[in-house]
């Protein structure tokens, strides 16, 4: 149950997809070019193989637990945690002020797939320490910035982000927790909050809670929601810790997977009332929430490739021990290693292709971010920002639903010793299954690409992807190999249906929502689908001029094979997925609910 | 986390698809008509639902343990296998002489789903018994039918079947376990079997294991194996028991589902030689195990079924209750309970859609098996033979990869919740993903299928079917109506893809082999997806007439719009997956081992 980054892989995404080289050219990102990356990521991939990976199996087995309101982390997780900060790991991304090392996010995804593949559960830990971050600086004051930002950025504390309530789920508006000013500008809070990952724990100083609440007297529904920092220790002037605040971990949940990480029911304001301090203007708490929102949705997407990359090993190393059955190619040895059977080769094609397809797709998104935020010229950075903020719901909800089928193929190849959790196999199926649910479901993703991305703008930003897409498949065309003429022919029938469903999305979101929305996850499944399967075509056409130069032959050439197994056996489920949504929109709703 | 068994959907398929008073029409079975089987059923289901329903989640709580070689089952499985028992549910389908009730296994097949839906690791037990029974059945001596069926249909005694050892799963050829003549006929058994289902428990007095073991001797492969009774207890002449036999539960393993259902490492012979009794000849162990395995691969089927059916209840349930976010359609009361949202419905209707697809599917299947065991017509019994040996690997190969998307969908319903335990829905979750695995994994299913069920006949078998879906097709086109149109057009399509690929695997399983066992699983899953589709087409129409003659009206509404949903939503997958299997086949294989 070993791990072994896949570096090779991953910068081939940097340099080839997301060309890191130019990113290097933005203000701010001048040391970040690929020789950079590299470094980075090789340091990265030490620490991920050698200090988290082997926790991860010791996390299930030893989960979190819970006594008298004091959270302790599985055994070995607390020194890991040090390691991770004292590496300066939680600061990748963050700014050099507050103590980062101020890196692209195309850097920085790549370290996060890693870390997630080692340990899902300890990763989560610093993906909220990320949103964190992320909410203080986009709106909290100086004085906030001043107070915690630096010890978040080092690692020393961890951050949360507060916001299910057991009546508010996918449902904010529906948020109770309620914040009464004080005096000195601060507020005192109350409320409990559930589902809230790593919420409390013993692995850093202080916890630094951000909490959605209303404050008295405030609005109904979403416009009525503002964000408080809440920590866990008070914070005294001089920086040191202060008492504890009133916030309380009740209880920790019993799941089916990604056990190590603890998911509290925290109680805020049980003894008169948390101390908390408003960020930004009161009633705009969803505004800020929603830029931590989607930092956190991209992680949660590549959390379903670094899974899925997990799994994928594993699955292979089995697949090349396991002797099993003489295989129907009267090439093989008879007594061959069950690699050698077709189906096998099936299942660990589709695990690869969906991985690195997906793994394409989000690095070039998280280059996009990286312009949208550092390049000069705003007309770019605005193309950029629609391109990455479309590719938002697509990574968060096809990387997932993707990690389901993966992590499920990852236990069959196994046979019956995938069902021993010994194994390892189950614990990637298990753990898997949260990521179409937090950070918002694969049908809240959904709603977010019809409403938000596609219908908003009439269908705009993705016809303009389609266009890409098609210029894409004229190079295939030109290129005129075999595999460059098939995945041509794929990718063109999948971009037609996707144009078809966007045209339907764009006509019909406000006539007919009902029919729209019964399509909203095919459609985004389908979206998801072809641009990953587009980002391998366009890894196959710079593959193909790699070999014709002699560059990384083998390497080049496994690309061109994945690229093609993905257009061969995953674009063609597109056209179907068209006829669904758009023909088949009626029979979704047409059940009366008394005949469920 | 109740239960309620689907009577109403199990006598329509007996009454409208399998037409139970044909059945009841065959030698043998005079008594089993349509009123008949709805007090049988009825029965079931107050028993199901009433006393193992109830112990599924304690069965995932406080699952068989082992201790210095004797495992206890959960608490109240042994009571509960008492009453099963004395209800007679064991001997359903086995003969009377026997003590059984001699009913078909079109009646058979529904009751099964209900124990496996209300507690699918305690229906194990007696699922294996009947495997157990079945062989003694084919190929046992008058002496070992007298001293063991009687007790096995009873339920007095359990049954298991010994295949598996660590180096043989899917490859039984690779069996190593022995067996010494004694003087008396009888033999001496050593060995190690692994995976052993309910292999050692303290619910019956006795168990009688069904092993794979090759004679002294014995030729290397599958044609030196034999099938030997070995009884946890020896048996005395009066039929009481004797001594301990040496056969010993060394441990039990540590599982992610199915917990209950204890699965033993068992160790013949460790001292001194397990007694044996030859079932029927030697050498001739795995074509017995194959009538068992048989039996027991549609029985898996069913749990697929059953599992979905139960999932599919809970996220109902759960949709009904839980109130999150104002619905976009506007007739929606604002503060809706989730059901109301199209993305609620399109997965509730998918996992009803594969639920009662493949029920029917099983229903029909079941009654060829009827008609070709009791038909007076030999030419009428092979052709029903024929059929239900082509949906064998279809029914469990399908059913429960579908219970795979199935109860990962009911995960998704709840939300959050859906990832707690006691919740309920993630045990299915866990439970389902055995069922693709045992009984043959899905490769092994589709080796099947294309081997002896497809390759070997030329596709006669498979084209026979086609021209009946065919006909269907015209009877839809000649009703008429919108959905009956809709249907008969991607039933259509689903056939022609489905007749590609036969014609595929007929004409280059020889001479391709690779290229067509690439393509094995997606064949599986094209013909399952075709067969479920169809019978769902056939219920659509016969739906139709009952509407126009005003029986029951809105259970035939709902079933039309199921049918209709699933021409939509499923039957639409067909096309893509031809062409992945046809034109697709050369990238599975493509990849360089060590490029893996």
């Not at 990102?29 to 991860?56: C, I, M, R, Y």
């Not at 929601?225 to 009740?250: E, H, Y």
């Not at 800020?288 to 699955?315: D, H, L």
Request: with cysteine; net charge negative; charged share 20%.
């Amino acid at each position: 149950m070993s791990y072994v980054a896949p570096l090779k892989d991953m910068l081939f995404n940097l340099k080839y997809l997301a060309d890191i080289e130019q990113i290097a050219q933005l203000p701010g990102f001048e040391d970040a070019g690929f020789e950079t990356a590299q470094a980075v990521l090789e340091e990265a991939a030490k620490f991920n193989e050698g200090v988290l990976a082997p926790l991860n199996w010791e996390g299930d087995k030893n989960p979190s637990s819970w006594k008298d309101g004091v959270v302790t982390a599985t055994p070995g997780f607390k020194q890991a945690f040090r390691q991770f900060a004292d590496g300066g790991w939680q600061g990748l991304q963050h700014p050099v002020d507050f103590g980062g090392q101020g890196l692209p996010k195309t850097i920085g995804a790549a370290c996060g797939e890693m870390q997630n593949s080692a340990n899902m559960s300890f990763a989560l830990c610093p993906l909220l320490t990320d949103g964190a971050i992320e909410a203080l600086l986009t709106a909290g004051s100086n004085e906030l910035k001043a107070t915690y930002l630096e010890n978040l950025v080092s690692g020393k504390w961890t951050g949360t982000m507060n916001l299910t309530e057991p009546q508010a789920g996918s449902d904010l508006a529906a948020v109770r927790s309620r914040a009464e000013p004080l005096a000195d500008g601060s507020y005192k809070v109350f409320g409990t909050k559930v589902f809230i990952t790593w919420g409390e724990h013993d692995m850093a100083e202080n916890i630094v809670h951000l909490v959605l609440a209303r404050v008295t007297g405030a609005p109904e529904g979403v416009k009525g929601i503002s964000l408080f920092v809440v920590p866990k220790f008070l914070v005294n002037k001089d920086g040191s810790l202060g008492a504890r605040n009133d916030v309380q971990c009740v209880s920790i949940e019993h799941k089916m997977g990604i056990k190590a990480s603890p998911t509290a029911v925290l109680q805020f304001g049980d003894h008169g009332g948390a101390l908390g301090y408003l960020v930004g203007q009161e009633n705009r708490g969803l505004e800020y929430m929603f830029i931590m929102m989607n930092a956190a949705r991209f992680g949660v997407g590549v959390q379903g490739i670094a899974i899925a990359e997990r799994s994928y090993q594993q699955a292979v190393t089995f697949a090349k021990d396991r002797v099993q059955s003489r295989p129907v190619d009267a090439l093989a040895p008879a007594n061959a290693t069950i690699i050698y059977h077709p189906d096998v080769k099936r299942m660990l094609m589709t695990m690869r292709a969906y991985t690195e397809g997906c793994r394409a797709m989000a690095t070039v998104a998280a280059a996009a971010y990286d312009a949208a935020h550092h390049h000069a010229d705003a007309e770019v950075r605005k193309q950029n920002q629609a391109f990455y903020e479309f590719m938002v719901p697509l990574i968060k909800g096809y990387s997932t639903e993707m990690s389901l089928e993966v992590t499920s193929l990852g236990v069959q190849v196994h046979g019956g010793m995938g069902y021993i959790e010994e194994t390892g196999a189950a614990q990637y199926y298990r753990d898997a299954k949260i990521l179409t649910i937090y950070e918002g479901t694969t049908a809240i993703q959904a709603n977010d690409l019809v409403g938000r991305k596609t219908a908003r703008d009439g269908g705009q930003t993705a016809k303009a992807l389609a266009a890409q897409i098609e210029a894409t498949e004229g190079l295939l065309v030109k290129s005129g190999s075999a595999d460059a003429l098939a995945v041509a022919k794929r990718l063109k029938a999948a971009r037609v249906a996707f144009v078809d469903v966007v045209n339907f999305v764009a006509t019909n979101t406000k006539t007919r929502p009902s029919d729209v929305f019964a399509g909203s996850v095919p459609y985004l499944m389908l979206a998801g689908n072809l641009m990953a399967g587009w980002q391998l075509a366009r890894a196959l056409l710079m593959a193909q001029d790699e070999i014709a130069q002699g560059v990384d032959v083998s390497f080049m050439q496994a690309k061109i094979i994945t690229a093609r197994f993905y257009a061969d056996h995953l674009l063609t489920k597109a056209p179907g997925m068209r006829d669904a949504i758009v023909d088949g929109c009626e029979s979704v709703t047409a059940l009366a609910l008394d005949a469920f």
